[in-house]
């Protein structure tokens, strides 16, 4: 399996990686975030762009990336989560890409998330322009309401790899335990038979808490953590992590 390596960390090898948000709205709070995250024992921070009360002024969010890595010295994932994936802020699709495209162009982003169901010829054209840059895409797709079957959840992801994503991830929400182990039966399969590039999967909410912490047993390269506000229901607080992740390795 392809891995994905951004300076030291190697997504997609050893213990999975963990992510921690950046939520801040204004620059004075995202300054204060990402010096407080100096301190926190995370591998990748994200930047929830969708957040930030400046983003529709995409050179000035692009801009700032470079204030905001520089303070981090750590690999920095920029995410625009729309609306429709449970993000803060409903953009046209045409703004979505033109704020990324401003990103790959004069940001700072080592990984930019990119979602699924985004228009083809959009996502295709966007890829192109990431991979001149050597910046990495993570491809996603979330639901908040339910769990797909098993078979779905890996057409989805298989669909990832397909489109020419570095890094594929899904996060689906539980109802009941049987859907946690839908989420993981479709991690491990995936894992094994089809994945060629690390893979992200996460059961999310309370009933989903302990998919982010078996990655390393199912297959998934990285788990997000909380280090004040979560950015997605059922995030393990990041001080907690490490240690757990430790306590269930695999030797």
């Known amino acids: 399996m392809k891995t994905v390596k951004i300076g030291e960390t190697i997504i997609g090898e050893g213990f999975p990686k963990i992510i921690v ?6 620059r004075e709070e995202l300054v204060t975030e990402a010096k407080n995250l100096q301190a926190i024992d995370c591998d990748i921070v994200e930047w929830r762009i969708d957040y930030f009360e400046e983003v529709t002024d995409s050179k000035a969010t692009a801009i700032f990336s470079h204030d905001l890595k520089k303070i981090l ?46 228009p083809e010829k959009e996502v295709a054209t966007l890829l192109l322009a990431a991979k001149e840059k050597e910046v990495k895409i993570v491809m996603c797709n979330h639901d908040f309401f339910a769990t797909p079957e098993k078979e779905e959840i890996i057409q989805r992801l298989r669909l990832m790899q397909a489109k020419g994503a570095d890094i594929c991830k899904i996060a689906v929400m539980p109802n009941s335990a049987q859907d946690v182990l839908t989420l993981l039966n479709a ?52 001080s907690e992590l490490r240690s757990i992740l430790k306590t269930l390795a695999i030797k």
């Open 21 to 26: 948000p950046l939520v801040g709205k204004t």
């Open 73 to 118: 010295a750590k690999p920095l994932l920029i995410t625009f989560r729309s609306k429709r994936e449970g993000g803060e802020l409903e953009l046209p699709d045409a703004q979505y890409f033109a704020i990324y495209h401003e990103i790959v162009e004069n940001g700072a982003a080592d990984l930019l998330d990119v979602e699924l169901f985004m």
């Open 187 to 238: 991690t491990d399969e995936m894992s094994r038979l089809y994945a060629d590039r690390p893979i992200i999967t996460m059961s999310m909410g309370d009933k989903g808490m302990v998919s982010r912490i078996s990655g390393q047993l199912f297959g998934s390269a990285a788990t997000f953590g909380a280090a004040k506000q979560a950015s997605a229901p059922g995030q393990v607080p990041v």
